[in-house]
């Protein structure tokens, strides 16, 4: 049986096997580290996903499968698939990447204010504005 302990290990473990298979660059400030953590779980996702239905199945946790020298004596008894136990919180029986991200406790990437895709967004929403107000309101 996999105790929170054991998961939580086995969850670094993932991360840092998915960490050598696709290296990460090297950052120094908080936001990239985050920004880095997130990545490398959204790149865990899309592998687990083997049939690219945007969930994890059981299935596909159970495919996963780690070698022996990747496992310490301190993970016996978990596995993968105990994503789905501890971490599927609408209990439909597959993860999300919103799920998954919790469970690496990771944020998912949102614009900051400043960022190109918030100016961007920003100056389309103010340009419909104008154009609805000037439909509405002809001179």
């Not at 105990?82 to 949102?110: I, Q, S, V, W």
């Amino acid at each position: 049986m996999c105790t929170m302990a054991g998961y939580a290990r086995l969850k670094n473990v993932l991360l840092a096997l998915q960490s050598r298979r696709q290296p990460l660059q090297q950052g120094t400030n908080r936001q990239n580290l985050a920004s880095q953590k997130r990545l490398l779980v959204e790149s865990l996702f899309k592998d687990l996903d083997t049939d690219g239905s945007g969930h994890l199945s059981s299935l596909e946790l159970a495919q996963y499968v780690l070698k022996e020298q990747d496992l310490d004596g301190s993970l016996k008894g978990c596995s993968p698939s105990d994503l789905l136990r501890f971490d599927d919180y609408n209990t439909d029986g597959f993860l999300t990447l919103g799920e998954f991200y919790t469970a690496f406790r990771a944020k998912p990437y949102t614009p900051s204010s400043g960022s190109p895709e918030t100016v961007l967004s920003s100056s389309l929403l103010f340009s419909l504005l104008l154009l609805l107000l000037f439909l509405l309101y002809p001179f």
